[in-house]
C-alpha cells in the first residue's frame, strides 16, 4: 500500500519526493548517455532558434511591459483572454506601424531634400562660395581679436565641402536602405507580436515551469523573475519614452528657430539620446553653430537655452519617476551595461546590457545569500576606528 506521512517532521516537496538514485538512472553509463544526448539537443535547439533570439527576447519586452494592458483587457471582456490578447496586440501593432509610417516619410523626404540641397550647392559652387565668405569674415574677426590665422596649407572651406559631400552621400544612401528595410522591419514585427500573442496567454505557465525546473529555492526564483520583469519595464521606460521626448522637443525647437528638416533631425535625435552622458546634445549643439554660422545670433542662442534647460531636464525630472520601484543600481554600472550592450548586441542592447546586468546582481545577492552563509551576508559593519583609550 502506500505509505503513509510520517508527520510534521515530513519535508514538503512541490513536485514529489525525490527518486532514490537506484531509482533514477540504472548506470553510470545512463547518466552519461542522457547527459550527452541533453547536451546535443540544447545545443542543435539554440542553433534553430539563434536567428530569432533578439525577436523572442523583445516578445519577452511586449510581454512584461503590456501584461496590465492584457489584464484589463480579459476583465472587460468578461474573462475572453484569447480576444484580450488579440486586442492587445492590435492595439500595440497601431500604436507603432501608424506614427512610424507617418514619421518615416516625412524623415525620409526632408533627408533626401537635404542631400539634394547639398549636392546642389557642391555642383554649382554656390555652397563654396558661402563657405568662402564665412572663411573670409572668419579670418577679419581673428584679425580684430589679434588672434593668429590659421596656415595657408589648411583649407578650411575645403575640408568643410569635403565634410558636407561625404554627409550628403550618407544621408541620400540610408534615407534609401531606411526604406527598403521597411520590409524586413515588419516581418520582424509581425513575428515578435505573434510570440507576444501565446505569451500572453500561456506566458504565466511558462514562466511557472521554468521555476519547477530551477534547483533555486522559490524565494530566489521569484526573486530573479520580479528583478528581470522590473528592470525590463523601467529600462524600456526610462530610455524609450525618455529618447521619443527628447527627440520630440528637439524637432520643436529645431522647428521654432528656423533648422531646415526639423522632423528629420528630431527623428536622428531619438536614438543618439539613448547615448549615455553626450546624448542629444551630440545633434542640436552641431545645430546652435550652424545658426550661429549663419549670423542668427539671437536664434543660436536661443535654441541653446531651449535645448539645455527643457531636453536637459528631461533626464533630470522624467527618468526618475519612471525608475521608481527598480533596483537602486550604481549609475556606473548603469552606463558600462548600456555601453557595452550596444557594443555587442546593437541597439537593442540598451535594453539587454541592463537586463543581464540586473540577472548578475541577481545572482550574486543568491550567492552571498546561500553560499557565504547568513552570517555573511547579515553581518552588521565594523565600528569605525576611534581614538585608543588612555
Not at 509610417?101 to 562660395?129: D, K, N, P
Not at 509581425?190 to 530551477?214: E, N
Request: charged share 10%.
Amino acid at each position: 500500500g502506500a505509505e503513509a506521512p510520517s508527520g510534521k517532521g515530513e519535508p514538503h516537496y512541490p513536485l514529489g519526493r525525490c527518486p532514490e538514485p537506484e531509482s533514477g538512472f540504472p548506470t553510470q553509463f545512463a547518466r552519461l548517455f542522457f547527459g550527452v544526448v541533453t547536451i546535443l539537443v540544447l545545443y542543435y535547439s539554440y542553433a534553430i532558434i539563434k536567428p530569432y533570439l533578439v525577436d523572442l527576447f523583445l516578445s519577452l519586452v511586449v510581454f512584461f511591459t503590456a501584461k496590465p494592458l492584457h489584464r484589463g483587457l480579459t476583465r472587460l471582456l468578461f474573462g475572453q483572454r484569447s480576444l484580450a490578447a488579440a486586442l492587445t496586440c492590435l492595439i500595440l501593432a497601431l500604436i507603432i506601424v501608424v506614427p512610424l509610417i507617418t514619421l518615416v516619410s516625412i524623415v525620409a523626404r526632408q533627408a533626401l531634400e537635404f542631400s539634394s540641397t547639398l549636392g546642389h550647392g557642391l555642383q554649382s559652387g554656390t555652397l563654396g562660395q558661402w563657405l568662402n565668405a564665412k572663411m573670409d569674415s572668419l579670418q577679419d574677426y581673428l584679425v580684430h581679436l589679434n588672434l593668429p590665422l590659421p596656415p595657408e596649407q589648411i583649407k578650411l572651406e575645403g575640408i568643410l565641402q569635403t565634410i558636407l559631400a561625404n554627409a550628403s552621400q550618407f544621408i541620400y544612401t540610408n534615407a534609401i536602405g531606411l526604406l527598403s528595410g521597411f520590409t524586413n522591419f515588419f516581418l520582424d514585427l509581425t513575428l515578435i507580436l505573434f510570440v507576444a500573442f501565446f505569451l500572453f496567454l500561456q506566458g504565466d505557465d511558462f514562466i511557472a515551469g521554468v521555476k519547477r525546473l530551477s534547483p533555486l529555492s522559490p524565494a530566489d526564483n521569484e526573486m530573479i523573475i520580479a528583478e528581470m520583469e522590473a528592470t525590463i519595464k523601467a529600462t524600456l521606460w526610462s530610455t524609450v519614452v525618455v529618447a521619443v521626448i527628447q527627440g520630440s522637443l528637439g524637432g520643436v525647437g529645431f522647428f521654432l528657430f528656423g533648422v531646415p528638416q526639423a522632423a528629420f533631425w528630431g527623428t536622428v535625435m531619438i536614438p543618439a539620446s539613448v547615448i549615455p552622458v553626450i546624448g542629444a546634445a551630440i545633434i542640436w549643439l552641431p545645430a546652435v553653430g550652424y545658426l550661429i554660422l549663419l549670423g542668427s545670433w539671437g536664434k543660436g542662442i536661443g535654441l541653446f537655452l531651449f535645448c539645455a534647460l527643457l531636453i536637459g531636464s528631461v533626464d533630470n525630472l522624467v527618468k526618475p519617476l519612471l525608475m521608481r520601484g527598480s533596483r537602486s543600481t550604481p549609475t556606473v554600472l548603469v552606463l558600462l551595461a548600456i555601453l557595452g550592450g550596444i557594443s555587442y548586441f546593437g541597439m537593442i542592447g540598451f535594453i539587454l546590457g541592463p537586463f543581464i546586468l540586473s540577472l548578475l546582481l541577481s545572482l550574486l545577492g543568491i550567492y552571498e545569500k546561500a553560499i557565504l552563509g547568513p552570517s555573511r551576508s547579515s553581518e552588521p559593519p565594523a565600528p569605525a576606528a576611534g581614538p585608543d583609550p588612555k
